[in-house]
Structure formats: structure tokens, C-alpha cells
């Protein structure tokens, strides 16, 4: 299971990644190309100049290479997934079955089972990623906001109700990082040491959040491919978006 749904989710994520339009229909934007940091108005499904950081699309840019907005920033949210603690747990024994488990040596070969060594050891970037994804909480609730607006009139739609989903699940994957509760109190030999201040009532509410670090992982994922599904196939005309408005 863990093997066919991160497939899925690296070949979908890489399939949008370079599309470069229909990524935005008013008012909602695909969480894959948020924020925008250019935006290229010649590509059906474009956002809006507005919407884009730093104006329209830089001419400089190669022809070869789609001009996706999504491309100038997925590094980030991505980094941190594919560096996650729980994901190398998980992916390391799906995709390779080493080690099979905490205890368990490989089964593949009868070498020596070494950990995390050379290329490996750029995973322990996970904790400087982890400073972007808190960035992007701020930014897909951002957009999960303003999507109760549809040229300046309030309303709701079914879009809006999913894009506050992915940033909630997102949210709550973020909090429960193992290098934030790390960097929250985990540094500390004692914890309760320091009790009733408000870095171990954060602590435990971090804490609370990584005893379900895996449930998050796994729906935050899903879901994030769901948001830009149907943001696609709302701003492709395939399907309507149920609204107030
Ligand atoms: S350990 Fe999973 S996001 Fe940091």
C-alpha cells in the first residue's frame, strides 16, 4: 500500500508540476503552484496577474521548459515531505526493504545494514525544510481564506471547503514533524522540569500532533493531490463547482 500510493503520489506531483495551466479557477488556487511567483498569461487555467508576486512570466525563460510557477517553488513543500522521518521509515522499507524494521536486518542482501551514509546524508536537511513548510502554512491558509471570495462578493463553494481541508491536514503534518517537537522541547533533558510554562504546554501540544505524525502524512498527501484535481478539473470546465455564489 505504501509503495503503490507514494508512486502515485510522485507521478501525479511530477505530471502537474509541469502542466503549467489550469492550476487556478476564481477563486481557487492549486496548492502545487502556490504562491505564484510569476505567472504566465498566454497558459489557459492561468491565476491572474494579480495574484502573482512578481508579475508576469520572466522573458528569459527557456522555451523548452514549461512555464509552470509550480516548478519555482515545489522544491520546498517537497523537500520536507520526501526528507520526513516517518516517510524514509516508510519508503526505505516499502521501496527497498531495508531494513524490513527497527530490529530487523535486510533481508535483500547479507551486507551489513549501514543507516543513512553518503547521498543519504542529505535527508538531515529535514530540519532547515521544515522552517519553508511552516512559510507555506501561512501561505496555503492564505489562499484557503480568499477562496471565500469570488471577485470581491463572499460566498462558498465546494472548493473553498476543500482547500481549508488541505491546509488543515497539512497544518497538522507540519505540527507533528519530529524536528519541530525537537526543536520545540525535545532538546531539553527534562521536559517536566519546566512545567506549567508555556514551552511544555507547546511541547505537548506538538507531542499530540506527532503520536499521529503517520495519519496526517498519509491523508495530507491524498488530500493535497485531491485539491489540485479538482482545481483542474474546475478550471478545465470538466466539472462545476457547487457555490453560494
Ligand atoms: S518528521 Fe515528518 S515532517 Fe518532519
Redesign the pocket.
Known amino acids: 500500500m505504501t509503495f503503490v500510493v507514494f508512486t502515485t503520489f510522485v507521478i501525479y506531483t511530477t505530471w502537474a508540476l509541469f502542466q503549467a495551466e489550469y492550476y487556478y479557477a476564481e477563486p481557487y488556487l492549486s496548492p502545487y503552484y502556490s504562491p505564484v511567483l510569476f505567472t504566465d498569461l498566454s497558459q489557459p487555467g492561468a491565476a491572474p496577474l494579480e495574484h502573482a508576486w512578481f508579475g508576469s512570466w520572466p522573458s528569459w525563460w527557456p522555451d523548452f521548459i514549461p512555464s509552470s510557477p509550480a516548478m519555482l517553488i515545489l522544491v520546498f513543500p517537497l523537500s ?2 520526501m ?5 524514509r521509515k516508510a519508503y526505505y522499507r516499502s521501496f527497498a526493504g531495508s531494513p524490513p524494521g527497527c530490529a530487523v536486518g535486510p533481508l535483500a542482501s547479507k551486507k551489513k545494514y549501514r543507516g543513512e551514509t553518503f547521498l543519504l546524508l542529505i535527508q538531515n536537511l ?1 530540519r532547515f ?2 522552517y519553508a ?1 511552516l512559510a507555506f502554512i501561512f501561505l496555503l491558509g492564505y489562499d484557503a481564506v480568499i477562496s471565500f471570495w469570488r471577485y470581491g462578493e463572499f460566498g462558498i463553494g465546494v472548493g473553498s471547503i476543500i482547500l481549508c481541508i488541505n491546509v488543515v491536514l497539512i497544518a497538522g ?2 505540527f ?5 517537537r525537537h526543536l520545540i522541547g525535545g532538546r531539553k533533558d527534562c521536559m517536566s522540569c519546566g512545567k506549567n510554562t508555556a514551552q511544555y504546554e507547546a511541547w505537548k501540544r506538538v507531542s499530540w500532533f506527532n503520536a499521529r ?1 503517520m495519519q496526517f ?1 498519509w491523508l495530507s498527501l491524498v488530500w493535497v493531490m485531491v485539491t489540485d484535481l479538482y482545481v483542474r478539473l474546475v478550471a478545465m470546465g470538466k466539472i462545476t463547482d457547487l457555490n453560494t455564489w
Do not use: I, P
Request: proline share 0%; hydrophobic share 30%; net charge positive.
Open positions: 520536507f515531505r526528507s520526513c522521518y516517518y516517510y529535514h525544510a521544515l513548510a503534518y507540519t507533528g514533524c519530529h524536528s519541530l505524525h502524512a
